[in-house]
Every structure is written in C-alpha cells, then in structure tokens.
C-alpha cells in the first residue's frame, strides 16, 4: 500500500522554470527519500533527507521536510530537459530491521526545451 | 563499479507458467528488496534479505511467489502458475546494509507479461 502521496500527478514546464513537487505521508517515518525513473525502469536515487532534518540541498535539487505536517517538497531549479523523468518520494518508518521503502505513485514532470 | 543487473530484461510467458527472475546485487552489499510496479499498484515491496537472516516476505503477494538468496549473492525470485494480474516490472535493488538511511541502488528490471 502506497504511503506516500505527490502532487501534482504530472507537471510541464518550460526549460530553465523551477519545477516543485510535493508528497505527504501518512505514518511516522525514519528518513525519505526522492528517486527519479526514466523510461519506466531503474530508479535513481537522488536526495535522503532524515526525520530530524528540515532541508537539504545537493546540486540543483532542494529538499524540505515538514514532519508535522507529514510532508516533503522537492525543488528542481533551472531544470533542463533531461530533468523529463517520474519523480517518486519514498519513505523508510520504523520497521525493526527492515529498511524497505513504500513509495508514493509519482509525478510525471515533462520539460520542455 | 557495476551495478545491480537483472535478467531476463524482458519475459513474456503463457498463463499458468512458471518464472525465474534473476538479480544480481552489487558486490558486497548485504541487503537485497524485491520491489514491484504495475499500472494498477504502483511501486510495492514485496520480499527483503539482509544477510543471513531470515528474509521479511511481508509483502508477498500470494504463496505462488518466493525467492531465495543464494551465498549472499545472488537472488531468484519464482512465480508460480503466474496469473495475468502478475504482469509487471519486477525491480531489484541492494543497498551496503540494512539501516533506513542507506540509499537503495536499483537494477534495470525485468518486464514480465502473462498472455
């Protein structure tokens, strides 16, 4: 069963725009975490941000997380078309000493050069 | 260094066959998630090993799948008498351990469909 949930479901924007994606969770977590898939294969790990954390920065990525709310942003600045992926946000919770991961649906980002 | 490789990358199979999907993680890491993603369900965990432990197979979907970990190595992941509702991308990933805040490198998949 799903844990997480994104918004928008699918985004386009245009090259060079930031593009912003949201996702919220339902139960208490240990850490999330963003992943990108092309072509419906491999997900690609980008950002973990942990629960005692509130942003995060790698690149042109930016994190936030808001535990009291139960949810994440993720911010791509100055995207560029080969940023044209889904977007999935995942989360680890408190499992004993299982660290699997229960994904949101995603996000369709289109961008167009 | 490689990566996570998975094969076959593509199966097609008759209803009521069975299959074997191979994953081969990345040397050296100890936990192995099976994961599977299909229009209907979306990205799903289905079974996890982490070194010598007994695998968590919470999220088997029925007793007709399983897999095995071969050494600490390799794993099979077997679908019985498979079904229609069985077609999906079957994802593996392996991570250095078991602790929450390793990222989980993932492989290729293997894209199943049952006619």
């Known amino acids: 069963s799903q844990q997480g949930e994104e918004d928008p479901q699918a985004l386009s924007i245009q090259e060079g725009e930031n593009a912003t994606m949201n996702c919220s969770y339902k139960t208490s977590i240990n850490n999330l975490q963003w992943y990108r898939q092309n072509s419906g294969r491999g997900l690609v790990h980008l950002i973990l941000?942990?629960?005692?954390?509130r942003e995060k920065h790698s690149g042109r990525l930016r994190v936030t997380l808001d535990t009291s709310k139960k949810s994440s942003s993720l911010l791509i600045t100055a995207s560029r078309a080969a940023d044209t992926a889904s977007y999935f946000c995942?989360?680890?919770?408190?499992?004993?000493?299982?660290?699997?991961?229960?994904f949101g649906k995603g996000i369709t980002l289109s961008v167009r050069p | 260094g490689a990566g996570v490789s998975q094969s076959p990358s593509n199966k097609v199979t008759e209803k009521g066959k069975d299959v074997e999907l191979r994953c081969d993680p990345i040397?050296?890491?100890?936990?192995l998630y099976w994961y599977r993603q299909s229009l209907g369900q979306g990205l799903e965990f289905l079974i996890y090993f982490q070194g010598n432990s007994a695998p968590d197979k919470s999220g088997l979907p029925s007793d007709r799948f399983s897999a095995e970990r071969t050494g600490g190595s390799v794993s099979t992941l077997t679908i019985q008498r498979t079904q229609q509702e069985d077609s999906a991308v079957y994802l593996c990933a392996s991570s250095p351990g078991g602790q929450a805040t390793y990222e989980q490198y993932f492989g290729p998949g293997t894209r199943l469909t049952v006619t």
């Open positions: 040397s050296g890491h100890t936990a």
């Open positions: 995942a989360t680890v919770g408190y499992t004993g000493a299982n660290s699997k991961l229960t």
């Open positions: 941000i942990r629960s005692n954390e």
